[in-house]
DNA sequence: AATACAACTGACTAGACAGTCAGCCTGACT
DNA sequence: AGTCAGGCTGACTGTCTAGTCAGTTGTATT
């Protein structure tokens, strides 16, 4: 692993857990063992090395989705859309520097101002919106789910596993616990 | 307004904008019009003005719902939890600083080493869920809500109504355009 | 008028921070 | 053997930060 690969690794786990404020340059070098100069050689500044942690963060997300599907068939929408929501909360646990990272205020912040960030977000957020989307479609289409409006839909469905997803990594309820009632509840509602 | 109160304002405002690192006393201090050395007057440290501000924004949260149920009547339990929903989104979009600043992660890491942090915390979200779980018992009494645990279920509504402020607030999707979509796929959730 | 006390402040400190820079090392090519 | 370049570093800098402290002000009580 080049020492590049190995900055990148520690910053995402700092970034994750501490936020761009709270992680220093030094921590980073320290835990990686190179000098702090190091760092500024590969990257430019600390948002630069900011940036090529969620560009990896982006990658990463949408390999493990295009993954997912590439092996998998669904015999309606319906089913397509609970195995949607049930990976999603499989990765928020297996990959959870990602989504402390997408759960934390400063990307959106720097999305303000900072086009690229702006384009690696919306890629993650449409990549997710997608894939509840299109199950949505096919189960329209199947007759597993009924007559609703799929985008918007699929908003709702995103925003209420990722609000789980949150709350569990808040330490606040834990995703488990709800694991039945909310695939029961998700069903229900695309009826 | 005593200096006291204005150095709240202002800190609150800083905040849950600019969170608790990225925000300096010296700012704070500035724009509240006074010395930096009279914060520490009225505040032990950064973390306990800190903590006053999230102690106001708790006082605040319970407050709003207790005045909002205690002038109004609802004629069954689905009703009361569409207004529950409704007035929750209401909440968010007049008081955004105070859901800003829930939406940061500093506060939930902070609960882990500060007691006091955390009980605000539970307060606040003990709040939130009782609010859903109340309308959603009511609603099994009268009829108007089917066979379904009223407490989980209430977490899935809350994690659903804090997503959608969530994704508003970091600008990713408009909370207004989904208004209807949620409440009809809410409505169905319970049935 | 003297005392007492709370509110407030200017000037300060020690430490942490992102970023710079001149130069070192190593391996590849000539 | 000499040259070159990419990867890397130690030592440094100017700026910003939370927090301190001795001392000033205003006001109420005696």
Redesign the pocket.
């Known amino acids: 692993m080049?020492?590049?690969d190995e900055i990148l690794e520690i910053a995402t786990f700092l970034f994750a857990n501490k936020g761009?404020?709270?992680?220093?340059?030094?921590?980073?070098?320290k835990r990686s063992?190179?000098?702090?100069?190091?760092?500024?050689?590969?990257?430019?500044?600390?948002?630069?090395?900011f940036l090529s942690v969620l560009n990896n963060v982006k990658n990463g997300i949408l390999e493990e989705f295009s993954h997912y599907f590439s092996e998998k068939t669904f015999s309606n929408g319906a089913e397509r859309l609970e195995a949607s929501v049930a990976f999603y909360l499989y990765l928020a646990g297996t990959r959870q520097p990602w989504f402390l990272l997408l759960h934390r205020y400063y990307p959106y912040k720097l999305a303000e101002k900072n086009d690229f960030c702006r384009t690696l977000l919306e890629a993650i957020y449409n990549c997710f919106v997608d894939i509840f989307e299109n199950a949505l479609v096919r189960g329209q289409k199947d007759g597993s789910v009924g007559d609703i409006s799929p985008r918007k839909t699929a908003l709702v469905i995103l925003s209420t596993v990722d609000g789980i997803v949150r709350f569990k990594n808040c330490n606040l309820y834990d995703a488990g616990a709800l694991y039945n009632e909310l695939m029961g509840l998700v069903g229900r509602m695309v009826k």
């Open positions: 080049s020492k590049k761009f404020k709270e992680t220093s340059m030094v921590e980073v070098a063992g190179v000098a702090s100069a190091t760092i500024f050689y590969h990257f430019k500044t600390k948002e630069d090395l």
